[in-house]
């Protein structure tokens, strides 16, 4: 008769073994694979969304010709994405996002009046600002 | 027994979190995907309007006004040079409605509006004015510049024009000549020809007639 005795002993272990086993697979499914994978596709929102704002923002800095002006604005983008700093770079009218992980990284054209150039390279954890130098016959748009 | 009846309410409490955390990622799932491929669309939709309206526009007038004869001869390759977020985007670009470009089916794109006017400018009408016969020569509203040619006839000589009662043109020795006369467009003009006792000449007045007429242009991009 000494069974009856073991049988909330093997019932509570089963419980514990249960949950246990239970959340050791829900961590290993959203840690393995949803999280890492929202972690990716929130950050190449970020990624996508930051790469479009400055876009604007820049296209919004830039006067009618004909003007001569001397403009710096500062321009706020995250410091980080995904945890790591990136550069955002001007090339042949186009901006372009870099950063270490490539699925983050992306371009975008800049919708400007003819006889404007953008040069010039951003580094997020750096200040960012945008220099305009504008004279009658054509804009230069710094990113520095 | 009893060690039994614990263990089945805590497949079912199990269960109870497993569907919640399914429902959970699953709206988390559904967040990210409205969020997605919004912005660039938003982007080219509002660059393409921006620079259809610029003052330096090969379409407008002045800033936010579209001439009527570019606007129907706008076409995709043009919009892409002008915008360059809507390469190898479908775009559409309505006026009131009315199709002006169109390329692919962009419904599920982005629509920007902008209140613009569209500046139509008339064939070009003509009036003379015989001097011996008459002497005033009426313009209507919204005219703001008429091409005035003075030829004098053989007789006596045209000293004189003047734009309701102001004087745009004068010359004592008489008027041989081609002008631009700048009038109010706000209001009808009258034109008198002064001119010596028996003149014969003759007065031709050319304008264009400009009407504005207030539309909404829409655009939708889809990138």
Redesign the interface.
């Known amino acids: 008769m000494t069974d009856r005795g073991f049988v909330p002993v093997v019932g509570k272990t089963l419980e514990a073994a249960l949950v246990l086993l239970y959340v050791s697979s829900l961590v290993t499914v959203l840690h393995g694979g949803v999280l890492p994978e929202y972690r990716t596709t929130a950050a190449a929102e970020v990624s996508d969304r930051t790469l479009v704002t400055t876009a604007e923002r820049i296209e919004a800095t830039v006067p009618t010709p004909g003007t001569t002006v001397t403009v710096t604005r500062p321009v706020s983008i995250p410091d980080t994405i995904d945890r790591a700093t990136y550069r955002v770079r001007a090339v042949d009218g186009t901006l372009v996002l870099v950063h270490p992980e490539s699925r983050l990284s992306g371009r975008i054209p800049l919708s400007l009046p003819a006889n404007v150039t953008v040069t010039g390279t951003w580094r997020s954890d750096d200040r960012t600002v945008v220099r305009v130098r504008g004279r009658p016959d054509r804009i230069r748009v710094i990113l520095a | 027994m009893?060690?039994?009846t614990?263990?089945f309410a805590?497949?079912v409490a199990?269960l109870l979190?497993?569907g919640v955390?399914v429902i959970g990622?699953s709206v988390?799932d559904a967040a990210?995907t409205d969020?997605?491929g919004d912005?660039?669309d938003?982007?080219a939709a509002?660059?393409?309007a921006?620079?259809l309206v610029?003052?330096?526009a090969p379409v407008t007038v002045r800033a936010n006004a579209l001439d009527s004869e570019a606007v129907d001869a706008l076409d995709a390759s043009l919009v892409e040079t002008?915008?360059?977020?809507a390469?190898d985007a479908d775009f559409r670009i309505t006026l009131d409605g009315a199709p002006v470009v169109e390329r692919g089916s962009p419904d599920n794109g982005v629509t920007v509006r902008r209140s613009v006017v569209v500046v139509n400018r008339s064939a070009r009408s003509r009036a003379a004015v015989d001097v011996a016969r008459g002497s005033t020569v009426r313009v209507p509203q919204g005219v703001g510049r008429v091409t005035v040619s003075v030829d004098p006839g053989s007789n006596g000589t045209i000293t004189t024009v003047r734009a309701n009662d102001r004087v745009v043109l004068h010359d004592d020795t008489g008027l041989d000549t081609n002008a631009t006369v700048h009038l109010s467009r706000y209001a009808s003009t009258s034109l008198r020809v002064e001119a010596t006792e028996n003149a014969t000449g003759r007065v031709t007045v050319t304008y264009r007639r400009q009407t504005n007429e207030p539309r909404v242009l829409r655009v939708t991009v889809d990138v």
């Open positions: 009893r060690g039994q614990n263990l805590l497949v199990l979190l497993t955390t990622v988390a990210l969020a997605t912005p660039r938003r982007h509002t660059a393409v921006d620079r610029a003052a330096d002008l915008a360059p977020p390469a």
